[in-house]
């Protein structure tokens, strides 16, 4: 493991939210959530690299042990390795469904018509 970068620990906030307004915030996450969908039509138009470098951003941010951070983002611009990444990631999918998946979990996706 490389020499992980030192980050100052921020102490959290407390928050002394009352009962009411917990169940409320709660019901209201719990609303955001059922909007999240999985995305599989693509536009072809191409994101900003400001938009990308905050997204990126924001997600280097997420919780680890020990607040090492270990994450490692690949920001892929080439539209011929995306074609052979997408190729790759389609083939260990595909080895996956035909040799890995147990048949419970090929029962449950049964109904949504997956391609494999």
Do not use: C, H
């Amino acid at each position: 493991m490389s020499t992980p970068r030192q980050y100052p620990v921020v102490p959290a906030p407390r928050f002394d939210v009352p009962a009411a307004e917990a169940a409320r915030r709660a019901e209201a996450f719990a609303d955001t959530m059922t909007l999240r969908r999985t995305v599989r039509d693509f536009s072809a138009r191409p994101v900003p690299p400001d938009v990308i470098e905050q997204a990126v951003r924001a997600a280097a941010t997420a919780p680890s042990g020990a607040n090492l951070q270990p994450w490692r983002f690949v920001v892929i611009t080439d539209a011929e390795r995306k074609r052979r990444l997408r190729k790759a990631a389609e083939q260990e999918e595909r080895e996956f469904y035909e040799r890995r998946a147990s048949q419970e979990w090929l029962d449950a996706l049964a109904p949504l018509g997956t391609d494999w």
